[in-house]
């Protein structure tokens, strides 16, 4: 068997660029570090995902900034332009690359999200990707008009039917170019009319959904193209991938017609000493003293700024109740990556288990929420990482990965010039595009029309 023969027998996996300043991943302390606001950032870090050959440039988003102890927190980011806008922006500086934005699905209406996607589409000439959140948080709420009103366990019963109402809008014209009425009378949204614009290049804008809950499993079986989970190791990356891709049958859809692609950092080095102490040093300059003790806040609920990052954890127990961080998720109520896995409960038990983990290895606060809140990092050398990307896909444990580098904009651009070509040469991955739209790049199905 030729190697050329071996190559296309093997998975191929997919990759995207998250543009980081979300949470303490970004190290905004690096003199390397810049805005993010300005466009020349957002632009940088999708030409370089681009050169990359990446399926798709991905921009989280907030709708209202985050407060500890009733002040804004400004330890995070504080400003960020809306998603779309970006995008639409970025369209017109690069050509193949996907375009993804998080849109809340929660403070928004059908109709008019379904007609800002699709013009991205159409501008993009088939690129758009719309990243569905829920929230059922009446802090964030208390910037709409209808507040806090969503109960928590409506948000996905109410998600489920945007999506399906979005589609019957971008279904509403004829592939033919014919504009026909639509009518949606559900439990959420009672509209109908007439949809302004003729269906886009790529069918319907990809969708991509990040829940890890029994019903965000159920959800992006039904209604996802793209899955964003936080599940980086093997085991539970294997574990994830199985329950969801085995539930598409259900909604009679192939395993294929979902791609699963886990969030992860990467570090390289040029050994894997280098790396690993690259690694370590970046996590020492993204979880500062100040982030330590906001993180533990996080948990207890309660001030904590009187205690000594330095100094061992807190002997009084949490409150279970507080409401001392406005805006943030919670460490008790994310999505584990494999560090929290062991750290899920309430935040009672995931106290006494982080006093068990620092009495055992003797770990101050910082250390401790270092070693318990690490995301799954691909740590080593350009070849070690890239063998360790292809072990992940061709075991059953993600179609690809969402990149989130640790640096605005420029920490891709090793990624790029040093593991991409190594993927290339393993045969597990693009030499060029082989088409115009972001459904092609990943291997998606244009959707049947359903007028």
Do not use: C
Not at 14 to 24: D, S, T
Not at 81 to 98: F, H, M, N
Not at 304 to 329: A, E, F, K, N
């Amino acid at each position: 068997m030729s190697e050329r023969t071996q190559a296309s027998k093997k998975r191929q996996l997919h990759l995207a660029a998250h543009f980081p300043g979300v949470n303490n991943t970004t190290v905004w302390a690096d003199p390397r570090s810049r805005s993010q606001i300005d466009f020349a950032s957002f632009e940088h870090l999708a030409r370089t995902a681009e050169r990359g050959l990446f399926d798709f440039f991905f921009l989280a988003e907030g709708l209202r900034l985050r407060e500890h102890k009733g002040r804004i927190h400004d330890l995070d980011v504080v400003g960020r332009p809306e998603s779309l806008t970006v995008l639409t922006a970025l369209a017109a500086v690069t050509e193949r690359l996907g375009l993804a934005g998080t849109v809340n699905a929660t403070f928004n209406e059908p109709y008019e999200l379904a007609r800002r996607l699709s013009s991205l589409d159409h501008l993009s000439a088939g690129r758009a990707a719309w990243n569905v959140v829920t929230s059922s948080d009446a802090f964030t709420g208390e910037n709409f008009r209808r507040g806090g009103y969503l109960d928590r366990a409506d948000r996905y019963t109410r998600a489920a039917e945007f999506v399906r109402t979005a589609r019957e809008l971008w279904d509403s014209w004829t592939p033919q170019g014919e504009p026909r009425p639509f009518a949606h009378h559900g439990q959420h949204f009672d509209i109908e009319g007439e949809f302004t614009l003729p269906r886009s290049p790529q069918g319907h804008p990809v969708v991509i959904q990040a829940g890890d809950s029994p019903e965000g499993r159920e959800f992006a079986a039904s209604a996802a193209d793209v899955v964003f989970t936080r599940h980086g190791t093997l085991e539970a990356g294997r574990e994830f991938y199985a329950d969801v891709k085995g539930r598409l049958a259900t909604y009679g859809r192939e395993p294929d017609d979902l791609k699963i692609m886990p969030g992860v950092t990467f570090v390289l080095g040029d050994t894997a000493a280098d790396a690993q102490e690259r690694a370590a040093e970046i996590r020492r300059q993204q979880v500062s003293p100040q982030n330590a003790i906001l993180a533990l806040e996080q948990v207890w609920g309660v001030d904590l700024s009187s205690y000594d990052p330095d100094g061992p954890l807190p002997d009084i127990d949490p409150d279970p109740g507080s409401t001392l961080v406005q805006g943030r998720v919670k460490i008790t109520d994310a999505s584990p990556s494999s560090r929290l896995r062991s750290s899920r409960g309430g935040p009672i038990e995931i106290a006494e288990k982080w006093r068990a983990l620092s009495r055992a290895k003797g770990l101050s606060i910082r250390q401790t929420v270092i070693e318990t809140t690490t995301r799954q990092s691909f740590v080593g050398t350009p070849e070690a990482v890239a063998a360790e990307l292809e072990e992940f896909v061709a075991t059953g444990a993600a179609d690809g990965f969402i990149l989130v580098p640790h640096l605005t904009p420029g920490g891709l651009d090793d990624f790029v010039d040093r593991v991409v070509p190594l993927l290339q040469e393993r045969g597990v991955y693009r030499t060029e595009y082989r088409g115009t739209t972001l459904r092609s790049h990943l291997g998606l199905r244009e959707p049947i029309w359903k007028g």
